[in-house]
């Protein structure tokens, strides 16, 4: 019978050619915190989310290049990184490999998925329906925000931009964004502030088109009751410019002007700057028909990761100073105090082996049901709102990692799946191993 001859650890091995969908070069991988060590990541191969089996590893053998990858046949999506293909062969000399045995040590599609179809919905505790989410940033030393049904996406700033001869004073130029092109307005200016530095791009729709705000620094999303939140005073609407604050925010970190991003210009600025928008081929976009899913982005290290907007609280920065329980585990980096309640605080980069990770510049407040912890980061980069229909259940792998990442997003940046955290499993298993911990330490006595 034919076989696929390959390399792997200076020695050839053998498969049958029918089992093999397709040969690729490696591309990046996403890393899957606490996975086994032969799982070398995921990738979006073929339209699919794809486990990536350094077959290296599996095998025992001295690691190799791993450079190309065999995108294998059947139901649940794998692929064996292989140091070399050497082509088809009758050859029956040449070891045949046991491909099923080897994914069996790394994947086990039938008893991973059942447990994922089993694992019951997370309990959510019950919200204040009309509590408002919102994204805060900075114009100045000022705090503004808009409220996160109004924004599309965070992209950082561009480093160039064309002018616009005869636009509005406050249009910057315009970028490239997906397959057409993106006004850039100044939005300091907009509020008769001075003018903000290279930062960060709020991507609103107005008018129909997407139009990015340049703002100066993202302080992250925030959720807040409907208590919190008050009508602007007529009086901060009495100036000549076309923005106006909405409402008014009140959190641990003071007062916050709510923009609508559907108010902040007149009927005549709108329709030039879609027009601006219109000035290339735009890419269809059922934007107001496709359910979308809004995943706040972090960053552990040199990793990317998501969490559901819908549990986060807040985000802010590390306090300068913890309480660190006695005798708690390296991942508990201590515990500290937010609207009034003890929040213990994770270090994400620990529980997630995280590479390259620098000092935690990012807390992130999370809930879900009774749980509730803040988590550390690295850094957290914004929000993206992404079509529901990329967001797959996550390969059935073992170890933790099938529990902590139940869903991912197929395609992100450079073509990587971006892994979306599970936050009910994550608290969870922050409890069980802190459980553990403590009962290690007391020599099993809890």
Same mark, same amino acid.
């Not at 049901?369 to 059935?396: D, F, I, Q």
């Given at each position: ?36 060590? $032969? ?62 045995? %080897? ?60 002018? %616009? ?9 315009? $970028? ?34 997407? %139009? ?74 059922? $934007? ?25 609280? $807040? %985000? ?131």
């Amino acid at each position: 019978m034919t076989a696929l001859v390959f390399e792997v650890g200076a020695k050839r091995w053998a498969m049958e050619a029918g089992e093999v969908a397709a040969v690729a070069r490696r591309p990046v991988l996403t890393r899957v915190p606490n996975a086994p060590p $032969a799982l070398a990541g995921l990738c979006a191969l073929q339209g699919r989310m794809t486990p990536v089996i350094e077959l290296s590893r599996a095998l025992g053998l001295r690691e190799g290049a791993g450079a190309l990858l065999l995108a294998l046949c059947g139901d649940e999506p794998a692929a064996l990184a292989v140091d070399r293909v050497h082509g088809l062969s009758d050859d029956a000399s040449v070891e045949r490999l046991d491909v099923r045995s %080897v994914l069996a040590q790394a994947i086990s599609p039938g008893e991973a998925a059942a447990a994922q179809q089993a694992r019951p919905e997370p309990t959510r505790r019950r919200v204040d329906s009309q509590a408002l989410g919102l994204l805060a940033f900075s114009l100045g030393r000022q705090r503004f925000a808009f409220p996160l049904a109004d924004v599309r996406a965070v992209i950082p700033a561009p480093a160039e931009l064309l002018p %616009v001869p005869g636009a509005d004073p406050v249009v910057l130029g315009v $970028a490239a964004y997906g397959e057409g092109v993106l006004p850039v307005v100044d939005l300091a200016a907009l509020l008769g502030l001075s003018a903000a530095g290279q930062g960060k791009l709020i991507v609103v729709e107005i008018g129909g088109a997407p %139009v990015g705000l340049r703002v100066e620094r993202i302080f992250g999303a925030l959720r807040l009751a409907s208590r919190a939140v008050s009508p602007a005073p007529a009086a901060l609407n009495r100036g000549a410019g076309e923005a106006r604050v909405t409402a008014i925010a009140r959190d641990a970190s003071g007062l916050t002007a709510v923009l609508a991003a559907n108010r902040l210009f007149d009927d005549a600025t709108t329709q030039r700057l879609e027009a601006l928008a219109q000035a290339a081929p735009q890419r269809a976009q059922p $934007a107001r028909t496709v359910a979308e899913a809004a995943i706040l982005v972090f960053r552990l290290g040199n990793e990317r990761y998501g969490l559901p907007v819908e549990v986060i609280e $807040a %985000v802010g920065k590390p306090p300068a100073k913890l309480a660190v329980p006695p005798n708690a585990p390296p991942f508990l980096a201590g515990v500290t105090s937010h609207r009034g309640e003890t929040y213990p605080l994770v270090d994400l980069r620990l529980r997630f082996a995280a590479t390259g990770a620098a000092k935690a510049r990012a807390v992130i407040f999370i809930r879900s049901g009774e749980a509730a912890a803040g988590l550390l980061a690295s850094a957290v980069e914004g929000l993206a709102r992404m079509p529901r229909e990329k967001l797959e259940r996550a390969p059935a792998v073992v170890g933790d990692a099938g529990a902590l990442f139940a869903r991912a997003f197929a395609t992100e940046a450079e073509g990587r799946p971006l892994l979306v955290a599970d936050p009910a499993s994550l608290l969870g298993q922050a409890r069980r191993d802190l459980v553990a911990w403590t009962a290690s330490r007391a020599g099993g006595r809890v």
